[in-house]
């Protein structure tokens, strides 16, 4: 039962810490754009500069 103590603060903690990093998230714009990060490996072929 005294476990109950600890653990109890420790998920709210644990709680509140996840959903200040998602609010962190989501306002710094992290989850804005969910698609060209997975494409990006793809299309990684730079323009060479002209050669003279």
Known sequence: MN???LLIP???VLTLS???AFVWAVRRGQL???DTPALRPLLDDEPEPPRR
């Open 3 to 5: 476990i109950l103590y």
């Open 10 to 12: 420790l998920a709210l």
């Open 18 to 20: 996840s959903v200040a």
């Open 32 to 34: 804005d754009d969910l």
